[in-house]
């Protein structure tokens, strides 16, 4: 069972989750970062006002997404590049609640993938005052990445896997969750029926 994942990152416009304006997405094979992929996303009509706030933290605006594709546009390259592997997000409730919104938004079937939230195995791995992504990413050793850059946030979440795998001895996703006690999540049509 080699650890093979794909992290996932998203940047928002504002607080819906169908907002997404960002995507970035990091392929591992066998314990190792063998992808990397990123692009602007045009948020669906509706959700794409883009709040100060959102701004101040990733600084797309919204004549950055101008012509980039929309959610129903690039699903399917997301999902490409992730080749039917488990996601692994920090805070990928978060992340999750994009994919969902996104697809219920454009009236999409919500893809089925189940995923891993990086935050939680952090919290089972490390003695942090903060398991914030910048904090248990150097304690994975891994320090060199934009923090709200949505493929330097998806490489520090791998990285955090990969380190906390090491770590406990897991050799794929599905012994890390068991062995630190972290639920492997799952969304789409199958979660929903």
């Not at 805070?91 to 919500?110: E, H, K, P, W």
């Amino acid at each position: 069972m080699p650890l093979d994942f794909t992290a996932i990152d998203f940047e928002t416009a504002n607080s819906s989750p169908a907002s997404a304006c960002s995507v970035g997405l990091v392929r591992v094979r066998d314990g190792i970062v063998v992808d990397r992929a990123g692009w602007l996303i045009q948020p669906p009509a509706g959700h794409d006002a883009f709040l100060e706030w959102n701004t101040r933290i990733h600084g797309i605006v919204a004549t950055d997404v101008l012509g980039a594709p929309g959610w129903a546009d690039q699903l399917d390259t997301l999902l490409d590049f992730a080749q039917g592997d488990a996601l692994v997000a920090h805070n990928a409730g978060f992340d999750m609640g994009v994919i969902r919104g996104g697809c219920a938004a454009t009236g999409l079937d919500c893809p089925d993938l189940s995923y891993l939230c990086s935050l939680n195995v952090a919290r089972k791995t490390y003695q942090l005052d903060s398991y914030r992504l910048p904090v248990a990413a150097l304690a994975a050793g891994f320090d060199d990445f934009q923090h709200h850059d949505a493929t330097g946030d998806a490489e520090a979440s791998a990285h955090i896997i990969i380190h906390a795998a090491a770590r406990h001895g897991a050799s794929s996703i599905a012994e890390l969750a068991q062995l630190t006690s972290v639920k492997i999540g799952r969304i789409g049509t199958a979660v929903a029926a």
